[in-house]
């Protein structure tokens, strides 16, 4: 260990004791924070929101949304026993939705004053009359009900931004350290960001709402290289999902505990057995399955895309026209239970009001494997009027939008949508000794599917050859191809509730220009009969 | 969109307009060079660390959306961010701010400085560069692009739904305006200041039953060169030849490339330039047994792959993000590996000058053939548009995934005869250019999945033998 790093670990620990006896007493603590320009800029910036919906409506607007968000947010990037990067940041502004005659308008700055506000206001304004010469189909707005105000704060233990930052190296340094220990790895690298979104919303309609919501995000990488250099394997900590939590997830993601098995596995890999392309019983691990129900069921699931408006970039649907999809189609076996639900704990979607002021609402996707309902927003639910009088329900939006900036513009993006758990508790270990012939993956790995959301291709981070019940061995290059509607209602056996796990990502793209949503998804271990494995190993 | 004139002053001293004056932008103009060289002098008078470099990102962007033959969003934005870099001794942090107050400017540094202050020792730290010499080069910026209001964006987005409407089709699409100012200065006098207009124009037309589906696309830093009725009368074109596709056996197969799917491929290599992951054993460059493949042929002689923010067919910024000057970086040369990208640490340590990394545009060598001499000399074959949903499955062959999409055809006997179901890949580029039968002339290609306008591409369209089909999908 070098001078500086020991002093740095030194210092570290030190920080964590003085942390531990008093409220961040440590000089270490003392970041300072970004200038408040006044003493209640809350009160300031949803008065702000109240005037920018004032101009709108001035200037014309039928209706409008103001949203003021600020982000904060911290990263630190580290390699073996190095801090790649450390950054601290905060920026803010102001995004203005107007909707005149039926037509959108959108502006955004970063001036937040009294008057940029309103100018920002009648600029959407003015982007609104010039959408709307071309006009075929007017804009209408579901109605929500009464005026939505209030509060709401992700449930963190811990912020994130008031722990010392050489805590948060100490860790990722330790992590590294316990990594590099396993003989054969040569590379660690580890990283965390946090961040915290404070959100200001109004609209024409009386509602104002108030939101901080936080998001961690710890990482690792571990690559094993072989001692000629002619192959390296990556190990990925995909266990680790980012969370809409606070400095605890980092703490119990223990990094510096799992490293020394994600090394192992990573040099383990180096000797795996290369993967006999052909059918095989697939069970897979939540780890895994998160990002396959991400892409085979929610992205589907999502009605602008039925109704051909992400066509030139995220694409359009298999599951359209919704007349006739909606309630009919048996999109995979009856095991199969998919629901919506923005209410979960720590998930990253989680929010008191979408990003048009909706309350999210808690509903079913896929029910018994039929699919019963879209994801959708203010402006979407109308289109499916027909369905919701055929079925009982009211016409409303289900809470489903969002924007990832205050400059960007509000859209459907999707809820949380994860899979029930079985009625039986079968674990992990109960599908593998149910299964004759088959491969077992754990985390996610590649991931490639086709613009209407059919062909699929899945890799993942450490496959295990199943043969009479046992795990015995491990398989290198291993990614399967599906159908989505054949993958689904090949599944047989899944999990239940006490092997649920919530995974997730901050990179769910859509949108042009594109956005990133951030998701969570929870599932459980499940079996696919007959999938097609393919080998990814070329020789260079 | 940027440059609309009037400009509000400082916060809260914004003076009574005429009531005749038309709806005010609500944002500054980009900042010019004294600006940004005065908000970089000023950040510096607050600093106190032994060395500050200070970014600055200044931007409108502004955007179209249609779908369904109509304007779905449009938008405009505008921002402008310093991130503050502080050092002292080894130690290095930063932070960023979007605010430019002084108080605020005075904040941000003071947030640096002490995460620096609190940050390990940098074994790697690389001091900061003194006074450089930057190339200029006025081909990146537009007066025409920079001056696209919402009514001109308007325009170019109904010259395609109109050809969609027309012909009873269905247009999507997105038009995408970036005016962006950049500048990195540091308190050891070294000042870099770029601006940058770049507009990219993509349409994706459907048939109204869904089972046809066309894609045009085009990229420029001047939207005048952008002919927004042809892009949707290609679109338009191929959305209806691809209705009544069949699906074809997977396989190894010859293909056809336009420039985009050409684009989509020969950029991935881009991400495996790093001098540092070769040297260390983890990239495709990696020699076996120990250093890296510079100098040894790796793709068919005839492929010359450049990087070059100062040429004129792919302008750029002429820096890297820490105030290098960036010029020509031929990589691979006659198909030889000639040089990877070196950062300041990297190449002090291999004693290699640095190149300022792999930014900077991507230009390919071409050969004289046409797309129609490319098909007439297929006995089997398939055309491809453009490829999707493109995702690393094993860096050790720069080995990736991903689709067809919005026109693909099969060639028979020297003629395109008929439309065929999409299907994945599993290729990597280096093995394409390696399976290399013609190239044609490099044209510039909006070449990014999300039609972002991107660094720029220029690549010529390709024959290539045995690309590798693993399924068959259901996609339109």
């Known amino acids: 260990m070098s001078a500086s790093r020991r002093e740095f670990v030194k210092s570290a620990a030190a920080a964590a004791a003085l942390t531990a006896i008093g409220p961040h007493a440590s000089a270490l603590a003392a970041v300072p924070e970004i200038h408040v320009p006044t003493q209640r800029m809350e009160d300031d910036y949803a008065a702000l929101c109240l005037r920018a919906i004032e101009a709108a409506r001035a200037a014309g607007a039928q209706y409008a949304d103001a949203r003021i968000a600020r982000y904060r947010s911290q990263g630190i990037n580290t390699r073996e026993r190095r801090v790649q990067g450390l950054s601290d940041n905060e920026t803010a502004g102001i995004g203005v939705r107007t909707l005149v005659n039926g037509a959108w308008g959108f502006a955004a700055t970063a001036e937040l004053t009294t008057d940029a506000v309103a100018a920002v206001a009648r600029s959407a304004v003015a982007q609104a009359r010039a959408n709307r010469a071309a006009l075929a189909r007017p804009v209408q707005l579901a109605p929500y009900g009464a005026a939505q105000k ?145 892409e085979s069921i929610a992205h589907p699931t999502e009605l602008d895309r039925a109704l051909g408006f992400e066509a030139n970039y995220a694409g359009t649907s298999f599951v359209a026209p919704p007349e006739k999809f909606l309630g009919t189609y048996q999109y995979g076996s ?156 090949s599944m047989d056996m899944i999990g239940g509730r006490s092997s649920y796990f919530l995974g997730g990502a901050n990179g769910d793209g859509k949108g042009q220009p594109a956005q990133s949503n951030a998701v969570s998804h929870g599932c459980v271990p499940s079996r696919f009969r007959n999938v097609n494995v393919i080998n990814t190993g070329r020789s260079a | ?301 005839r492929v010359t792959l450049i990087s070059d923010p100062n040429d004129p067919e792919t302008p750029g910024a002429p820096f890297s993000f820490d105030g290098q000057p960036m010029g020509r970086r031929v990589w691979i040369e006659n198909g030889v590996l000639k040089t990877l990208a070196y950062d300041r640490y990297w190449a002090q340590r291999q004693g290699v000058p640095p190149n300022g990394g792999a930014g900077g545009g991507l230009m390919m060598s071409g050969g004289d053939a046409t797309i129609e001499q490319m098909i007439a000399s297929t006995e089997r074959g398939i055309l491809c548009t453009r490829f999707w949903y493109i995702r690393g499955v094993d860096q050790r062959t720069i080995l990736f995934t991903g689709l067809t999409r919005d026109g693909t055809f099969l060639i028979e006997n020297g003629k395109v005869t008929r439309a065929i179901k999409n299907m994945r890949w599993n290729e990597s580029p280096i093995f394409m250019l390696n399976n290399l039968e013609m190239m044609g002339r490099p044209v510039r290609v909006s070449s990014s999945e999300s039609g972002s306008a991107g660094q720029a591409v220029v690549v010529p369209p390709i024959k290539a033998r045995d690309f590798n089909f693993t399924s068959a999908s259901d996609a339109v």
């Not at chain 2, 200070?54 to 955007?63: D, E, L, P």
């Open chain 2, 1 to 301: 969109m940027a440059n609309h004139g009037s400009r509000p002053s400082a916060p809260g001293v914004d003076g009574p307009r005429s009531l005749f004056e038309p709806p005010r932008v609500a944002a500054p103009a980009l900042l010019t060079r004294d600006e940004a060289d005065a908000v970089t002098k000023k950040v510096l008078s607050f600093a106190t660390a032994d060395e500050t470099r200070v970014t600055i990102g200044s931007s409108a962007s502004g955007n179209m959306r249609f779908a369904v033959n109509q304007v779905s969003t449009s938008g405009d934005s505008f921002d402008t961010t310093i991130t503050v870099r502080s050092t002292f001794g080894k130690r290095s942090a930063s932070s960023t701010t979007n605010k430019r107050d002084d108080a605020s400017l005075k904040s941000v540094v003071e947030r640096a400085e002490a995460l620096a202050k609190l940050a390990p020792e940098d074994p790697e730290a690389m001091p900061e560069l003194g006074p450089q010499n930057y190339a200029t080069s006025s081909a990146a910026w537009s007066d025409a692009t920079a001056a696209l209001d919402a009514a001109k964006r308007a325009n170019a987005v109904n010259a395609i739904t109109s050809v969609a409407k027309a012909e009873n089709l269905v247009s999507t699409g997105f038009l995408d305006v970036n005016v962006g100012a950049f500048s990195i200065g540091n308190n050891k006098g070294m000042f870099a200041y770029h601006r940058q207009t770049a507009v990219a124009l993509t349409t994706t037309v459907r048939t109204p039953d869904g089972t046809g589906s066309g894609w045009a696309g085009a990229t420029a830093n001047d939207f005048t060169t952008i002919d927004a009725a042809a892009l949707g009368r290609r679109a338009a074109d191929k959305a209806k030849r691809s209705t009544n596709s069949v699906a074809i056996e997977p396989g190894r197969y010859t293909v056809v490339l336009e420039p985009t799917a050409v684009a989509n491929m020969v950029q991935l290599i881009g991400g495996s330039l790093n001098a540092r992951a070769a040297d260390e054993g983890r990239s495709f460059f990696s020699k076996p047994g120990g250093g890296t493949k510079i100098g040894m042929k790796v793709v068919d002689e």
């Open chain 1, 334 to 489: 009856t095991m199969l239970n998919i629901q919506a639900d923005r209410s979960q704990t720590g998930s990253l979607s989680a929010c008191g009001w979408d990003d048009e002021g909706v309350a999210p609402e808690v509903y079913d996707i896929i029910k018994d494997g039929m699919f019963v309902d879209y994801q959708t927003t203010r402006e979407q639910a109308p289109y499916l009027d027909w369905y919701y009088k055929k079925i009982g329900k009211p016409t409303r939006s289900h809470g489903n939008s969002y924007a990832q900036y205050w400059s960007d513009v509000q859209f459907q993006r999707m809820p949380n949508i994860s899979q029930l758990p079985g009625e039986r508790d079968l674990t992990w270990e109960d599908l593998i000794a149910a299964t004759d012939r088959g491969i077992a993956i754990v985390g996610d790995g590649s991931f490639s599917i086709d613009q209407q959301r059919y062909n699929a291709q899945f890799g993942g981070q450490v496959f295990y050859e199943v043969r009479g019940g046992k795990i015995t061995g491990m398989l290198k290059d291993v990614a399967y191809q599906m159908r989505t509607p054949e993958f689904w209602k």
């Open chain 1, 150 to 294: 209030g509060t709401w704060r992700s449930p963190i233990k811990t912020d994130p931004f008031t722990i010392p930052i050489a805590d948060k190296v100490a860790v990722l340094l330790a992590a590294n350290d316990a990594a590099m220990k396993v003989r054969g790895v040569r590379f660690a690298n580890s990283g965390v960001n946090f961040l915290r979104e404070e959100k200001w919303f109004a609209n024409t309609e009386g509602s104002a709402t108030e939101q901080v919501l936080f998001r961690c995000t710890p990482g690792m990488n571990i690559t094993a290289v072989s001692a000629d250099n002619s192959d390296f394997q990556t190990r990925a900590a995909n266990e680790i999902a980012p969370r809409g939590l606070g400095y605890e997830h980092f703490l119990e993601s223990d990094l510096v505990g799992n490293a020394p098995k994600w090394a192992d596995e990573a040099v383990q890999k180096l000797s795996a057995k290369p993967v006999e392309v052909g059918r095989y019983d697939l069970i897979l691990h939540p780890t895994h399955l998160w990002l396959t129900i991400h």
